[in-house]
């Protein structure tokens, strides 16, 4: 009933920048928290950055001031703006949201498939 898509993800190089899209679809009554989560190889997922309905936003401390989540409510998207990136960046990105269904108004956490991030020269 609900799905959440990503996007944008790919090869760049150590200081180079990405943009990662995340689009909520389906049956959606109200989507609270927003964010993303990622996963390196050999690691346990991790949150990178959370955005609240509101617009109040957390972040890791190893992507503080290099990272920017924002969200377009009329849009049910979410993104995450990556700048001076590095190798230790390099996982598999995914999209989270809470997210209240139209037809049970009952609210789950919903996840996107992922997208991989890898930042090597």
């Known amino acids: 009933q609900v799905q959440l898509v990503e996007s944008g993800g790919g090869l760049v190089q150590p200081g180079g920048s990405l943009r990662l899209s995340c689009a909520a679809s389906g049956n959606i009554f109200n989507i609270y928290n927003m964010g993303w989560y990622r996963q390196a190889p050999g690691k346990q997922r991790e949150l990178v950055a959370v955005v609240t309905s509101g617009g109040s936003t957390n972040y890791a401390d190893s992507v503080k001031g290099r990272f920017t989540i924002s969200r377009d409510n009329a849009k049910n998207t979410v993104y995450l703006q990556m700048n001076s990136l590095k190798p230790e960046d390099t996982a598999v990105y995914y999209c989270?949201?809470?997210?209240?269904?139209?037809?049970?108004?009952?609210?789950?956490?919903?996840w996107g498939q992922g997208t991989q991030v890898t930042v090597s020269s």
């Open positions: 989270n949201a809470r997210i209240q269904v139209l037809a049970t108004k009952i609210t789950a956490t919903y």
